[in-house]
């Protein structure tokens, strides 16, 4: 059980978490084909890539084949893959750039970060900066929503988002639809309501080969979403990560304690299977409310 202050700790990394970007106009749009300098940016992991599209296009304008093309049509890739513009950044990477997660830092706690460890090194972390594709022609329909010059469908997917996870934690999404729209844009700062935890609002992602009826699935991601209670049924004793999955995909999770054929992978970190998912929820969920988790195959 992490003390009040390992919480905090761990909420503070979380929320000032960041990754370095590196991302390059498509040569197929650029009138200088490869030739473009790149945009480099550091960008918060609990973000999402499209807030970037207009300083983007402001910056690329000058080398775009159609220069007069707006903002909005914009959709990034990594290694030809569409990333969806409605998962966080930090899930994005998680999910797709192959870099190691973290590991535990050790028997201190299940939540507790090394305020010690500093290391940057690329066999930590992975290859860094992350290197995307900024595309502003051929959008990908089968597989991206397309967004709006006011950013309303953007806006609309989180609100939903949103709901559907307070729906999943209280029962009821009232607190969330009463909300004025000034005040659906504050919901960066998270609802503090200490009555009890109905469900979990978790989704994993894990990886999937494409089918006969679906060649062409961005990434081949496959999202695992249930009912998750945050105590064992019948009883008061808290669920865990690892009964959880347990349960969900009990196939790739067949132990209750120790990972042995995947990893459940948070925030980039790998996450010790005897972790509370109501303590996981309180200090680790993204902006939206979920518990985003990743899934990294052993072996």
Partial sequence: MASSKQAQSLQ???????????????????????LADPYLIQHPRLSYLPFLLPRL???????LINPDIPSHEGWFSFEEIPLKWHYPLGLLYDL????????????????????????????????LPWRLTLHFT??????????????????????????????????????????????????WTAVQDRAPLRHIPLKIYLPSLPSISSPT???????????????????????????ALYLLLPTLFPSRRTPILAKPVLHGAVVPMGASVEELLRGAAYLDGWLHLGVVMMG
Wanted: proline share 8%.
């Fill in 217 to 243: 699935g961005a990434g081949y991601l496959r999202v695992v979403q249930s009912l998750v209670t945050p105590t064992l049924s019948g009883t008061r004793e808290p669920q865990t990560l690892g009964s």
């Fill in 57 to 63: 296009h402001a910056f690329f304008r000058s080398f």
């Fill in 12 to 34: 503070d990394a979380i929320w000032n978490g960041s990754l370095p970007l590196e991302i390059r106009l498509s040569p197929a749009e650029c009138r200088v084909y490869d």
């Fill in 96 to 127: 797709f750039s192959g870099a190691a997660p973290s590991q535990s830092p050790g028997p201190h706690s299940d939540l507790d970060p090394d305020p010690e460890d500093h290391s940057t090194s690329a066999a930590k972390y992975g290859p």
């Fill in 138 to 187: 051929e959008w990908p329909d089968e597989q991206l929503v397309r967004l709006d010059g006011e950013s309303k469908v953007l806006h609309d997917a989180f609100i939903n988002s949103v709901k559907e996870a307070d729906f999943l934690r209280n029962g009821t999404a009232k607190g969330i639809m009463s909300l004025s729209l000034d005040d659906s844009t504050r919901l």
